[in-house]
């Protein structure tokens, strides 16, 4: 695989719960090292996108390329060695909330890391991971002891874990207040440049997907296609599909181009 190989590429993705379509036609590509923004209306698909990409939801039809790997077409082995290479911050950050935030972290390591890696060893990458967000102080607290914003910067260290090559981030910034949240996206594009990991990030959070996107998709939930492709700043000066342009400038779109949308 060449330096220039895509780490992950989409061809053709039809998405479909049963015989109700969701999107078709989604083919892009995600670069090494750069943050791809997965973006859309309410309901246009971008969850379910993502479960496209890290395994939760076969597509109805189309490819997910990781190298050159097929990943619905490998066998269960293939797919899990691929797996093992994802990091995800789930929506909420998901975290366990009978184990302390070094415990938390420590789980992957325990579930799918290096079987030679002592409990010590462990112990100490989840106090490096931690001290990476920021969360150095808090290593023995609880979930239900910290903010929001420390829960998914918890999350994010948790994702790191196993070094991934592909870290997916669902809604990082949901529900933290703005300087929280801008210090996630410093802390995304910092983890970006230190582990070249290409990262995904389904978020319609505006300030945060201008601050961190080095490229991105826009999904049509009425066309049910993508209606856009590119880095959103570019997208913001030079998309001229009426619902990207207000949605990117946070307008009221015109009557007729919300019509159908949720
Ligand atoms: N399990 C399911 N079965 C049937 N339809 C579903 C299921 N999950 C989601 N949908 C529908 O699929 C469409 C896309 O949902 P999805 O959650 O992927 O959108 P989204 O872009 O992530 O939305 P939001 O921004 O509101 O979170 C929606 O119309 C939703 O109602």
């Not at 309901?43 to 597509?59: A, E, N, R, Y």
Request: negative net charge; charged residues 25%.
């Amino acid at each position: 695989m060449s330096a220039n190989t895509p780490a992950i590429v989409v061809h053709g993705l039809r998405m479909a719960y049963g015989s109700k379509l969701i999107q078709e036609e989604v083919s892009f590509e995600v670069a090494k090292g750069s943050v791809f923004i997965i973006m859309g209306g309410s309901g246009c698909g971008k969850s379910t996108l993502l479960k496209h990409l890290i395994g939760l939801m076969p597509p109805a039809a189309g490819q997910v390329l990781y190298g050159d790997h097929d990943y619905w077409l490998a066998d269960e082995a293939a797919r899990d060695a691929i797996r093992r290479r994802f990091g995800v911050l789930f929506q909420g950050a998901a975290l366990f909330s009978t184990m302390t935030l070094a415990e938390n972290v420590m789980l992957p390591m325990k579930l799918n890391g290096d079987r030679r890696q002592s409990a010590a060893e462990q112990r100490e990458r989840a106090e490096t991971l931690l001290e990476l967000v920021g969360l150095s102080a808090a290593a023995d607290l609880l979930p239900n002891e910290i903010s929001g914003g420390m829960k998914k910067r918890a999350g994010l260290a948790r994702a790191l874990a196993l070094e991934p090559e592909y870290l997916f981030l669902d809604e990082p910034s949901a529900g933290l207040d703005p300087i929280s949240s801008r210090k996630l996206d410093e802390l995304i594009l910092d983890l970006r440049e230190r582990t070249g990991a290409a990262v995904v990030v389904v978020t319609h959070e505006l300030p945060s997907l201008f601050a961190i996107g080095d490229d991105g998709i826009f999904l049509d939930a009425v066309s049910k296609r993508p209606i856009a492709r590119g880095a959103p700043k570019q997208l913001l000066e030079s998309c001229d599909h009426p619902f990207v342009h207000a949605f990117l400038r946070r307008e009221v779109p015109p009557e007729d181009v919300e019509d159908g949308r949720e």
